[in-house]
Nanobody, 130 residues
Framework: EVRLVESGGDSVQPGGSLRLSCVASGFTFKFSPMSWVRQAPGKGFEWVSSLTWDGTTNYADSMKGRATISRNNAENTLYLQLNSLKTDDTAMYYC????????????????????????WGQGTQVTVSS
């Protein structure tokens, strides 16, 4: 059974930083592409970033220069470093065991148009406010 457990969210002021973590189990993590998505209050999912098994990264335009996705295969853990946080970054953040490139509503998709199987964890809340 796939299990994804996110953590690291917090309340911070604009300009602050956070490192989110996602501990994965139930699949071979080191060979799995991984992604982060987020859901702001009252909105659908928004794709944030993806990381292939061999280290290729991709970021949403809104996150370029402010976010860094990384992984520790020895600990089955995915990370998302967030810097220069803005109020618009306030959202619940989720990780996914797939190479996602976009989201629409409550569904997210790979570059081949395949819908993610919604193996979501409980998410971790990031709140940015002054």
């Amino acid at each position: 059974e796939v299990r994804l457990v996110e953590s690291g969210g917090d309340s911070v002021q604009p300009g602050g930083s956070l490192r989110l973590s996602c501990v994965a189990s139930g699949f071979t993590f080191k060979f799995s592409p991984m992604s982060w998505v987020r859901q702001a209050p009252g909105k659908g999912f928004e794709w944030v970033s993806s990381l292939t098994w061999d280290g290729t990264t991709n970021y949403a335009d809104s996150m370029k220069g402010r976010a860094t996705i990384s992984r520790n295969n020895a600990e089955n853990t995915l990370y998302l470093q967030l810097n220069s946080l803005k109020t618009d970054d306030t959202a619940m953040y989720y990780c996914a065991n797939s190479l996602l490139v976009r989201c629409s509503g409550t569904d997210c998709y790979t570059e081949h148009g395949e819908k993610y199987a919604n193996n979501w964890g409980q998410g971790t809340q990031v709140t940015v406010s002054s």
